[in-house]
């Protein structure tokens, strides 16, 4: 699998996508919300829905969907999950 990264590099770094786990019992999961419209709601449900199976949730918030992560936030989400889910849609 190739994953590209949206942001403007000039030389991109190589990245490999790490396996996606078979289940999430036992893992931190961190909800990111990008900030585009509607995201918080599909997060709430999906919340909800982890949480009824006693999955521990961490919520998260980009300040804006037109800008990069900042570096803090992305260092704080790496130390506190071990998987993440973004809301990206409107």
Do not use: N
């Amino acid at each position: 699998m190739i994953v590209l990264d949206p942001t403007g590099e000039r030389s991109p770094a190589h990245r490999t996508a790490r396996e996606r786990p078979a289940d999430l019992t036992g893992l931190r999961v961190g909800l990111l919300d990008i900030s585009k419209p509607r995201g918080p709601e599909f997060l709430d449900r999906l919340e909800a829905l982890l949480s009824e199976r006693g999955i521990a949730v961490r919520r998260y918030a980009k300040p804006t969907f037109t800008k990069p992560m900042p570096p803090d936030l992305r260092r704080e989400i790496g130390t506190q999950c071990d998987v993440v889910i973004e809301a990206l849609a409107d």
